[in-house]
Each structure stands twice: as structure tokens, then as C-alpha cells.
């Protein structure tokens, strides 16, 4: 059995899906908000081990790199949205 539609209906069908996925759509328009990442979090964001992780805040305190990073008393602290950016101009320069 076949039935045809007329596009008055699949235009109705149509604007439903639409409103049904019009909230999950802009959940990811919205820019994500900053989070703040321990040395732990950060070697997984980067693919790297926690040793690499923290020679490139030695190089970075030393003037040697400019990979973003934080102290809070001893501990190291990272922004995502920054490593994210200093990753991109990394890609960039090669």
C-alpha cells in the first residue's frame, strides 16, 4: 500500500522535526564556557603523557614556549579554551 502526500503535510512534518531538534541544536551554537583543567586533564585533552605535559611548563616558565598555563599556590592549572587556541596556532605555523 502507498500513500502520497501532499507538501502541505511534509511541510508540517517538516517544521515539527524541526522544533523537536531545535533545542539540541542550540546547545551546540552556544560557545562552551571555559573549564579549568588539572595536569591529569590536560595530558588527555593534549594526547600526551603528564611528564610532557609538565616540560612544557618548564619551557613556557623559562620563556622558551608560550603554552598557557596557571598557578594556584602549587598547582598547575590549565584553561581549555586556551590550550585549545595554542594547539590551532601550533597547526597553523607547519
Same mark, same amino acid.
Request: zero cysteines; charged letters at 30%; a positive charge.
Given at each position: 500500500?502507498?500513500?502520497?502526500?501532499?507538501?502541505?503535510?511534509?511541510?508540517?512534518?517538516?517544521?515539527?522535526? +524541526? !522544533?523537536?531538534?531545535?533545542?539540541? =541544536? $542550540?546547545?551546540?551554537?552556544?560557545?562552551?564556557?571555559?573549564?579549568? %583543567?588539572?595536569?591529569?586533564?590536560?595530558?588527555?585533552?593534549?594526547?600526551?603523557?603528564?611528564?610532557?605535559?609538565?616540560?612544557? +611548563? !618548564?619551557?613556557?616558565?623559562?620563556? =622558551? $614556549?608560550?603554552?598557557?598555563?596557571?598557578?594556584?599556590?602549587?598547582? %598547575?592549572?590549565?584553561?581549555?579554551?586556551?590550550?585549545?587556541?595554542?594547539?590551532?596556532?601550533?597547526?597553523?605555523?607547519?
Amino acid at each position: 500500500m502507498r500513500t502520497t502526500l501532499e507538501p502541505e503535510d511534509i511541510q508540517a512534518i517538516a517544521e515539527k522535526v +524541526v !522544533d523537536m531538534i531545535r533545542p539540541l =541544536l $542550540s546547545s551546540y551554537q552556544e560557545p562552551r564556557q571555559d573549564e579549568l %583543567l588539572s595536569v591529569d586533564q590536560a595530558s588527555i585533552l593534549l594526547h600526551m603523557s603528564k611528564g610532557s605535559v609538565y616540560q612544557l +611548563v !618548564d619551557k613556557s616558565k623559562h620563556g =622558551l $614556549s608560550d603554552f598557557p598555563y596557571r598557578k594556584a599556590g602549587t598547582k %598547575l592549572l590549565f584553561s581549555r579554551n586556551e590550550i585549545l587556541k595554542w594547539t590551532g596556532k601550533r597547526l597553523e605555523s607547519r
